[in-house]
């Protein structure tokens, strides 16, 4: 395991707390985010997630889609509720996520699986007519959850808390990387960003195994020429040892 060099490129501070994940079992890392995380900071847009974070008693769910979108959904909960709302059923989509909502203190549950599609089946559509719903995200986010789920007569709002940049990196960035033996892929945007890259300086890469959340995401990576892309089932960092630990113990057979 240790002749294993892993390329990260989720965005920080998560990049750095699956690094530390690695290291403790010996592995190797290198740091290239492909999505920088901005929160929404303009003085309107602030007033307005302020108003929404203070109606969030009026909505039966809250959905968060990351642990970005959990992270910063707690910093504007303690702001606006001394005391969590009663009567909210609040879910994250995936373990990280669900985690992370749990260590702020809020009694979130997470739905089998790790994706949106995994969510949905989960979510029993008889009991989603007429529910109050709020889906806390990204600026710009996938509709399918939200589409989803007013079709079986939800009543959805979205709350966006972040922006997702692209990092910009010169050629002289990946002309210092060291080699590295895999990749961790963690979301469909990060991908095309990374192929982006990939393309410009770094072709040998999509030669390399690639891991990554779901069968959605790793159906996007072959599409765009990843010949070695395979699925981890989740975007957390379990699923994603568990699954590079499989691929090395295959390399070593």
């Given at each position: 395991?240790?002749?294993?060099?892993?390329?990260?490129?989720r965005?920080e501070?998560?990049?750095t707390?699956s690094?530390e994940?690695l290291?403790?079992?010996?592995?190797?890392?290198?740091p290239?985010p492909?999505l920088?995380i901005?929160?929404?900071?303009g003085?309107?847009?602030?007033?307005?997630i302020?108003a929404?974070?203070?109606?969030?008693d009026?909505?039966?769910?809250?959905?968060?889609?990351?642990?970005?979108?959990?992270?910063l959904a707690?910093?504007?909960?303690d702001a606006c509720?001394?005391?969590?709302p009663?009567?909210?059923?609040?879910?994250?989509?995936?373990q990280g996520?669900?985690?992370t909502l749990?260590e702020?203190?809020?009694?979130?549950?997470?739905?089998?699986g790790?994706?949106?599609?995994?969510?949905?089946a989960w979510?029993?559509?008889a009991?989603m007519t007429n529910q109050?719903?709020?889906i806390?995200?990204?600026?710009?986010?996938?509709?399918?959850l939200?589409?989803k789920l007013?079709e079986?007569?939800a009543k959805?709002?979205?709350l966006s808390l972040?922006?997702r940049q692209?990092?910009i990196y010169?050629?002289?960035?990946?002309?210092?990387?060291?080699d590295?033996h895999?990749i961790?892929?963690t979301?469909g945007e990060?991908?095309?960003?990374l192929?982006d890259?990939a393309?410009?300086?770094?072709?040998?890469?999509?030669?390399l195994?690639i891991?990554t959340?779901s069968?959605r995401?790793?159906?996007?990576a072959?599409?765009?020429g990843w010949?070695?892309a395979?699925?981890?089932?989740?975007?957390d960092?379990?699923?994603?040892i568990?699954?590079?630990?499989?691929?090395?113990?295959?390399?070593?057979d």
């Amino acid at each position: 395991m240790q002749d294993c060099r892993i390329l990260i490129t989720r965005p920080e501070p998560e990049n750095t707390l699956s690094r530390e994940r690695l290291h403790a079992l010996g592995l190797a890392s290198v740091p290239l985010p492909m999505l920088n995380i901005a929160p929404i900071k303009g003085p309107q847009e602030q007033a307005a997630i302020r108003a929404q974070i203070f109606d969030i008693d009026q909505f039966d769910y809250v959905i968060f889609v990351s642990k970005n979108a959990a992270r910063l959904a707690c910093d504007w909960l303690d702001a606006c509720w001394p005391m969590l709302p009663v009567g909210v059923h609040w879910i994250g989509i995936g373990q990280g996520t669900t985690q992370t909502l749990l260590e702020e203190g809020v009694p979130a549950l997470s739905n089998p699986g790790h994706t949106t599609e995994a969510l949905l089946a989960w979510l029993k559509p008889a009991k989603m007519t007429n529910q109050k719903i709020l889906i806390v995200r990204g600026a710009g986010g996938r509709p399918e959850l939200g589409d989803k789920l007013a079709e079986r007569g939800a009543k959805v709002s979205y709350l966006s808390l972040y922006e997702r940049q692209k990092p910009i990196y010169t050629a002289q960035t990946f002309f210092m990387l060291p080699d590295v033996h895999l990749i961790w892929v963690t979301s469909g945007e990060s991908l095309t960003n990374l192929t982006d890259y990939a393309e410009q300086h770094k072709p040998e890469w999509k030669c390399l195994p690639i891991l990554t959340p779901s069968e959605r995401v790793t159906l996007q990576a072959k599409e765009m020429g990843w010949v070695n892309a395979r699925c981890a089932q989740g975007a957390d960092d379990n699923s994603l040892i568990k699954a590079t630990e499989l691929h090395i113990g295959k390399q070593n057979d």
